[in-house]
């Protein structure tokens, strides 16, 4: 009986069935779609690094090394389990072609590197250590898409040809935010192109369990002198890796926290009118003596049964979705073969989603506890809930439009030339790469004294890293990365204080701040003490670097530079392609700043991208659904009247336009306060987000363009939907006021 009732129930509202399933299935296929791709994402990750035997701690050094110096220091450290040197052979890009495709343009430091023997390997695309024979080389995953290349493809360096014979994954420089890719090739054609290229060492630890690689960093520094380039540690290495495509996740999952709420929103209406709907059966079931808990079983029961086909739809949908926004993902890190993981990770969320929607629903129906059976037989209808219906369908477009203009406004933040400005980077136009090179002061000179003459240049900076032992004000030890020369020429964003202007004064980037808990004025101790002037933001080098005019007496200690980069604007009249072009024979990397931000975050612009679509397709289709159903429920609600109005002579026609400018007014305020949670909300929660990764002071970098055409368009399907709803007035007939009264 029990089973006859409730599909009765189902089949007499329909559209209100319907709905629910459809909110249910929409909120449990976004969380368990999120849910599944940080599994797959983390998965992937820690699958690559514990494959390749990711170092827990790696110093990268330009410069002469003495191996017996590091085998006494990894003897007589008790936290070292192990520990090798492999050599990297920088390549100037200008000089390397994969395919047909020169590598110029490229962002990313590109060299050779042989098979490691004790970890840190480099994986094949079945997670296999491939042995490369002669004349053969493995090409960086993320470059098969990126350049269109395959299997026994060509790649040249100079006169220098090597057959492509597979791709690899790199667990450390997977990311395309890691700004160096290796590629494998055979010890015999190492040894034979190192006089093509400038070598660079890698000094890998594996440390023993749950070593604290900060001071491991301060210990290594303390003893040896190779510190010539930036130190990385295995926390930092599944950041960059994580954080690629965890934006793209993190959006999903904020469009399902949107969806959610929605949901909850609109089951609590749609819960709300069915009861109110089902008044008088419950007042008879009260009459004969059925119990309130009873009664609530019968309606909950449904809800029961609804939930769990919303949750099976929702999971189907989730796997389908997450197939093609994984792609690039597996490619990068690989595959988990977690299937029946993800199957469990998506029932648990889809049942705590299913969960929370239920507890929603059982406090409306609670409401009939309080009914007495004559209030529930002979109640009164109000009209307040069509106002609250209204403003349901404001709400839940608001919602809508502004989760889409979030992902769209953050997608073209990380596209501006102005994202630039938290990579501690300022307003120049062209960056030039001096790294790598045997001689990076001469080389850097030379560049200076062609720019000082160049009447196409407005002005330049150039400014030098070097790796520096700093000692805060607690006497803790960091090692750290600090940039040298002007900084007022092309002055980065400060969240507080100034750029060094004076001998004395440092800069530091937010996230260093945060580590050593320092503020403005605080002092640090380098070769001598120096005041914190100011704080900036810097999502590059793990977030944690420094800024300096010069050191004390002018002690630049060229011979420790790890790399120059000089920043560049030219005169409006110059042709930017042409300057850079010239530039770029000279054997230095030259960029416009537009492709270098690209070229660091387009695997995740692209990534988002993904998701702004899902959340655009998410949008609409709620957007249809809640106002075909509410503007449909107002209808049905006003039946009588309507049928009334047309006996007394009103056509359809004016009485549906009377209904669309009804329904037009909740729409539109929808969208305009969808705009400004999309630009105003939005941007404070992204700039909580981003944060964490050391970005201070965030703001949307807006294009006013897509974000007319995106509000627009999710106005007129708002529109389209609100006409067709009241489509269904041509279906109330006149006569039906003479036999039916609400």
């Given amino acids: 009986?029990?089973?006859?009732?409730?599909?009765?129930?189902?089949?007499?509202?329909?559209?209100?069935?319907?709905?629910?399933?459809?909110?249910?299935?929409?909120?449990?296929?976004?969380?368990?779609?999120?849910?599944?791709?940080?599994?797959?994402?983390?998965?992937?990750?820690?699958?690559?690094?514990?494959?390749?035997?990711?170092?827990?701690?790696?110093?990268?050094?330009?410069?002469?090394?003495?191996?017996?110096?590091?085998?006494?220091?990894?003897?007589?450290?008790?936290s070292v389990d192990d520990y090798q040197v492999s050599g990297f052979l920088n390549i100037d890009n200008n000089i390397i072609y994969l395919g047909d495709t020169n590598l110029s343009d490229s962002t990313q430091d590109n060299g050779l590197c042989v098979q490691n023997e004790q970890f840190d390997f480099l994986i094949d695309m079945e997670n296999n250590i491939p042995r490369v024979s002669e004349g053969e080389v493995y090409v960086p995953a993320c470059y098969k898409s990126m350049y269109d290349i395959n299997v026994s493809d060509t790649m040249k360096i100079l006169d220098e040809e090597l057959r492509i014979a597979g791709f690899i994954r790199d667990s450390q420089m997977s990311s395309m935010m890691a700004s160096s890719k290796r590629f494998l090739v055979n010890k015999a054609d190492y040894d034979r192109i190192k006089k093509i290229g400038s070598e660079e060492y890698l000094i890998e630890f594996l440390l023993t369990e749950n070593m604290d690689t900060n001071l491991f960093s301060t210990d290594y520094s303390s003893a040896l002198p190779y510190t010539n380039g930036p130190q990385i540690t295995k926390p930092?290495?599944?950041?960059?890796?994580?954080?690629?495509?965890?934006?793209?996740?993190?959006?999903?999952?904020?469009?399902?926290?949107?969806?959610?709420?929605?949901?909850?929103?609109?089951?609590?209406?749609?819960?709300?009118?069915?009861?109110?709907?089902?008044?008088?059966?419950?007042?008879?079931?009260?009459?004969?003596?059925?119990?309130?808990?009873?009664?609530?079983?019968?309606?909950?029961?449904?809800?029961?049964?609804?939930?769990?086909?919303?949750?099976?739809?929702?999971?189907?949908?989730?796997?389908?979705?997450?197939?093609?926004?994984?792609?690039?993902?597996?490619?990068?890190?690989?595959?988990?073969?977690?299937?029946?993981?993800?199957?469990?990770?998506?029932?648990?969320?889809?049942?705590?989603?299913?969960?929370?929607?239920?507890?929603?629903?059982?406090?409306?129906?609670?409401?009939?506890?309080?009914?007495?059976?004559?209030?529930?037989?002979?109640?009164?209808?109000?009209?307040?809930?069509?106002?609250?219906?209204?403003?349901?369908?404001?709400?839940?477009?608001a919602i809508c439009v502004g989760m889409t203009l979030l992902t769209e406004n953050l997608s073209s933040t990380l596209a501006s030339p102005d994202f630039v400005t938290y990579m501690g980077i300022g307003d120049a136009k062209i960056r030039m790469d001096i790294r790598g090179q045997k001689d990076i002061i001469g080389v850097t000179n030379e560049q200076i004294e062609k720019l000082k003459s160049d009447t196409n240049v407005d002005k330049f900076a150039p400014l030098k890293t070097v790796s520096r032992t700093v000692t805060t004000k607690d006497n803790e030890e960091v090692n750290l990365l600090i940039e040298t020369g002007e900084h007022g020429i092309f002055p980065v964003k400060y969240s507080e204080g100034a750029y060094p202007d004076e001998e004395g004064e440092i800069a530091i980037s937010a996230l260093l701040a945060t580590q050593l808990s320092l503020n403005v004025n605080d002092t640090i101790n380098i070769d001598g003490p120096y005041k914190v002037c100011g704080i900036y933001s810097d999502i590059t080098n793990g977030g944690k670097t420094a800024k300096v005019k010069s050191f004390y007496g002018d002690k630049q200690s060229d011979d420790n530079v790890i790399w120059s980069v000089i920043y560049v604007s030219l005169k409006d009249e110059t042709d930017v392609n042409k300057w850079i072009e010239k530039y770029n024979t000279t054997g230095v990397e030259t960029i416009n700043i537009n492709d270098y931000v690209n070229g660091t975050y387009g695997q995740t612009i692209a990534q988002i991208e993904k998701a702004k679509n899902v959340a655009f397709l998410v949008a609409s289709i709620i957007i249809a659904v809640v106002v075909l159903l509410f503007i449909r429920l107002l209808i049905e609600k006003r039946r009588?009247?309507?049928?009334?109005?047309?006996?007394?002579?009103?056509?359809?026609?004016?009485?549906?336009?009377?209904?669309?400018?009804?329904?037009?007014?909740?729409?539109?305020?929808?969208?305009?306060?969808?705009?400004?949670?999309?630009?105003?909300?939005?941007?404070?929660?992204?700039?909580?987000?981003?944060?964490?990764?050391?970005?201070?002071?965030?703001?949307?970098?807006i294009q006013p363009v897509s974000v007319t055409l995106i509000s627009g368009l999710l106005l007129l399907i708002s529109i389209s939907s609100v006409y067709v709803a009241t489509l269904e007035i041509k279906n109330i007939k006149a006569y039906e006021c003479c036999i039916k009264n609400d």
Avoid: W
């Fill in 236 to 397: 930092l290495i599944k950041l960059m890796n994580v954080l690629t495509d965890g934006i793209m996740i993190f959006i999903i999952l904020l469009t399902g926290v949107a969806v959610l709420l929605i949901s909850l929103l609109c089951t609590k209406c749609i819960t709300s009118i069915s009861v109110e709907k089902d008044k008088p059966e419950a007042g008879m079931l009260k009459a004969i003596g059925v119990s309130d808990r009873n009664i609530r079983f019968l309606y909950f029961a449904k809800y029961i049964l609804l939930s769990v086909v919303g949750s099976v739809l929702g999971i189907i949908g989730a796997f389908v979705i997450r197939n093609p926004l994984s792609i690039k993902l597996q490619e990068s890190y690989g595959a988990t073969n977690n299937y029946s993981v993800s199957i469990i990770i998506a029932v648990i969320v889809s049942a705590v989603v299913e969960i929370i929607i239920l507890l929603f629903i059982n406090k409306v129906i609670k409401s009939i506890d309080k009914m007495s059976a004559l209030e529930a037989l002979f109640s009164v209808k109000s009209g307040k809930k069509e106002k609250g219906q209204q403003v349901i369908i404001a709400i839940v477009i």
């Fill in 640 to 701: 009588y009247k309507i049928s009334l109005k047309k006996a007394l002579g009103f056509n359809d026609s004016s009485l549906i336009k009377s209904y669309i400018a009804n329904g037009i007014l909740p729409v539109i305020t929808g969208v305009i306060l969808g705009v400004l949670v999309g630009t105003v909300l939005g941007e404070k929660i992204c700039a909580i987000a981003l944060m964490s990764f050391g970005a201070t002071g965030f703001k949307f970098s």
């Fill in 1 to 78: 009986m029990i089973k006859r009732l409730i599909f009765n129930d189902i089949k007499n509202h329909k559209l209100l069935s319907v709905s629910t399933v459809l909110f249910m299935t929409a909120s449990t296929m976004l969380f368990s779609l999120a849910a599944m791709l940080f599994a797959t994402l983390s998965g992937s990750v820690d699958k690559l690094m514990e494959t390749a035997a990711c170092p827990d701690f790696l110093q990268m050094h330009s410069g002469d090394i003495e191996l017996e110096k590091i085998d006494e220091f990894a003897k007589n450290n008790p």
